[in-house]
């Protein structure tokens, strides 16, 4: 069963930055996508930055050249680099895991997209 785990969030004020992780267990896929999404009170959630298996990434245009994503496929982790945070930035973020099917189309930053998510890391940015 896979199962994700996030961690490394909390409280900064705004500049700062932070690291979130999400440690994967109970899967062997050789081609998948993985994502970071974010869900602020109110709003919808939405996504933040994916990376695909070969390494192709995606950023939403609010974070692009603020974050970065990564992975490190021998530990099955993935980062979310986060730099001059913004107090708009606050929400809860969530990774997610998906398989992916060579030569078909797969949008990384669709939530309907991924079928496993991990529980949320809070993040608070205060101005």
């Known amino acids: 069963q896979v199962q994700l785990a996030e961690s490394g969030g909390g409280s900064v004020q705004a500049g700062g930055s932070l690291t979130l992780s999400c440690a994967a267990s109970g899967y062997t896929y050789s081609h998948y996508c993985r994502a970071w999404f974010r869900q602020a009170p109110g709003k919808e959630r939405e996504g933040v930055a994916g990376?695909?298996?070969?390494?192709?990434?995606d950023y939403a245009d609010s974070v692009k050249g603020r974050f970065t994503i990564s992975q490190h496929g021998a530990k099955n982790s993935l980062y979310l680099q986060m730099d001059s945070l913004k107090p708009e930035d606050t929400a809860m973020y969530y990774c997610a895991l998906e398989t992916m099917t060579l030569g078909l189309p797969f949008n990384l930053l669709v939530s309907n997209e991924y079928t496993y998510w991990g529980q949320g890391t809070q993040v608070t940015v205060s101005s």
């Open positions: 990376i695909v298996s070969n390494g192709r990434t």
